[in-house]
């Protein structure tokens, strides 16, 4: 399987979960809670801004995509997370999602490292179709604990930062953060990195 065939059932793959929508529609959520914030200072007021925005992109992706699933793991998310924060009254409480998902993120990478079957490998083997084979092949199986790694890297660095403003309830600095490291940026970064280490032999 060379690089183009890979390519391709990357894409698939990716726009299976949604693709850049999906990336777009989830950043866009955590800044329309900041921005409502900032501009109205009311907790609920600003929660409820944002799952009207959800909304509306569900919506569109109903009309446009006819997918159900998508804007609706998207609405769930952003429900929730915008009844942590109506409930509690306090802003911080909308990214608490961000921050158990990047932190379980990490402890899942690194147990996966820890057992021998790193995350990526399990999905490449997916992708590729052949499934635990690249457990056999060690070159391969050390690019995959590489590019683990640098997705475990990506969850402790937003985890060390998100944790600490979180428990502080600094709301700007924390929304900044939740969109940059819990968001599209971080894991773009991982997804270039990952597609260098791996580009150097991906023949089965």
Do not use: N
């Not at 501009?39 to 159900?68: E, H, N, Q, W």
């Not at 056999?136 to 600490?164: N, W």
Request: charge should be positive; hydrophobic fraction near 55%.
């Amino acid at each position: 399987m060379g690089l183009d065939m890979l390519t391709r059932k990357s894409l698939s793959l990716f726009s299976a979960v949604g693709g850049w929508r999906t990336v777009a529609e989830g950043v866009a959520s955590r800044a329309l809670f900041l921005v409502a914030y900032l501009a109205t200072g009311k907790v609920l007021t600003s929660a409820l801004i944002t799952v009207g925005g959800v909304l509306v992109f569900a919506v569109v992706r109903l009309c446009t995509d006819r997918k159900v699933w998508q804007p609706a793991i998207g609405l769930v998310v952003v429900g929730v997370s915008a009844l942590l924060a109506g409930s509690s009254g306090q802003a911080a409480d909308f990214y608490l999602t961000v921050v158990v998902t990047q932190t379980g993120g990490g402890v899942l990478f690194l147990l996966s490292m820890l057992v021998r079957w790193p995350v990526i490998g399990v999905v490449m083997g997916v992708v590729r179709g052949e499934r635990s084979a690249w457990r056999r092949d060690r070159p391969r199986r050390r690019r995959y604990h590489l590019c683990t790694a640098v997705f475990l890297a990506k969850f402790a660095i937003a985890a060390a930062v998100l944790l600490p403003l979180y428990l502080a309830g600094t709301v700007v600095p924390l929304g900044i953060a939740a969109t940059l490291l819990g968001g599209a940026p971080a894991a773009g970064v991982c997804v270039y990195l990952c597609w260098r280490i791996l580009r150097e032999r991906v023949v089965a």
